[in-house]
């Protein structure tokens, strides 16, 4: 089996861990190297057939969505619990967010009240009693700490990150170009490539599509 496609490889390794049933399954990135109708099978049986505990790595957002049932996120050094699918996390995360930032907003803005106060009044005959009363309420309030940037992420606040590439110089075509390829490993082996064509220029776009061990990583190398 090492001759196979990591995508065959991958749904060795998954069929062994699924056939041992175990009480705890980890699966980092499992769907990584599969192809979509397999993607779309290990939905199917995780959602219906899977009695026992899963806990997935995953960036596939679809995946998460319609696999899990309790999110949980790592960010800070902290880990944080949600009920329900990957959707559910994002609109629910979003919220604690904007309460994270109308509570430090508010806290601030009483602050800066008494604040305020107390630098009109303090030297006032009259009122340096009140202020006084101000100036201790705000000694006893504890340290206000604006949100972290890792808290505000995807709330448009925080810092971003830019990538700027230079145009690069025109090239003279062909660019890439195949003309009746035909590729196999092994004399007599299996035929991996038949007959492919490519003409690659400065502007294309290409996406590769096929079924695990259809030769997508072959004709890129």
């Given at each position: 089996t090492n001759k196979f496609s990591g995508g065959w490889r991958m749904r060795l390794s998954l069929a062994r861990a699924l056939f041992c049933r175990p009480d705890l399954l980890l699966a980092d990135e499992v769907t990584n190297y599969l192809d979509f109708p397999a993607v779309v099978w290990l939905e199917s049986y995780f959602t219906k057939s899977w009695n026992a505990t899963l806990l997935v790595v995953s960036h596939d957002r679809a995946f998460l969505d319609t696999v899990a049932t309790d999110i949980l996120?790592?960010?800070?050094?902290?880990?944080?619990?949600?009920?329900?699918?990957?959707?559910?996390?994002?609109?629910?995360?979003?919220?604690?967010?904007?309460?994270?930032?109308?509570?430090?907003?508010?806290?601030?803005?009483?602050?800066?009240?008494?604040?305020?106060?107390?630098?009109?009044?303090?030297?006032?005959?009259?009122?340096?009693?009140?202020?006084?009363?101000?100036?201790?309420?705000?000694?006893?309030?504890?340290?206000?700490?604006?949100?972290?940037?890792?808290?505000?992420?995807?709330?448009?606040?925080?810092?971003?990150?830019?990538?700027?590439?230079?145009?690069?110089e025109k090239l003279s075509p062909p660019i890439l170009q195949m003309d009746t390829v035909t590729f196999a490993y092994e004399n007599g082996g299996r035929t991996i490539l038949r007959n492919v064509s490519i003409d690659i220029q400065m502007d294309s776009k290409i996406a590769v599509v096929g079924p695990n061990g259809a030769g997508k990583s072959t004709l890129v190398y």
């Amino acid at each position: 089996t090492n001759k196979f496609s990591g995508g065959w490889r991958m749904r060795l390794s998954l069929a062994r861990a699924l056939f041992c049933r175990p009480d705890l399954l980890l699966a980092d990135e499992v769907t990584n190297y599969l192809d979509f109708p397999a993607v779309v099978w290990l939905e199917s049986y995780f959602t219906k057939s899977w009695n026992a505990t899963l806990l997935v790595v995953s960036h596939d957002r679809a995946f998460l969505d319609t696999v899990a049932t309790d999110i949980l996120h790592l960010h800070g050094g902290q880990l944080d619990a949600y009920r329900g699918g990957f959707h559910y996390f994002v609109e629910t995360r979003k919220e604690r967010q904007r309460n994270i930032q109308r509570e430090y907003e508010s806290q601030l803005q009483y602050r800066q009240h008494l604040q305020a106060f107390i630098d009109r009044w303090r030297y006032n005959a009259k009122r340096a009693p009140q202020a006084q009363s101000k100036i201790k309420i705000l000694e006893k309030l504890p340290p206000l700490v604006p949100p972290s940037d890792e808290d505000m992420k995807g709330l448009g606040t925080g810092d971003s990150v830019y990538f700027k590439f230079p145009q690069p110089e025109k090239l003279s075509p062909p660019i890439l170009q195949m003309d009746t390829v035909t590729f196999a490993y092994e004399n007599g082996g299996r035929t991996i490539l038949r007959n492919v064509s490519i003409d690659i220029q400065m502007d294309s776009k290409i996406a590769v599509v096929g079924p695990n061990g259809a030769g997508k990583s072959t004709l890129v190398y």
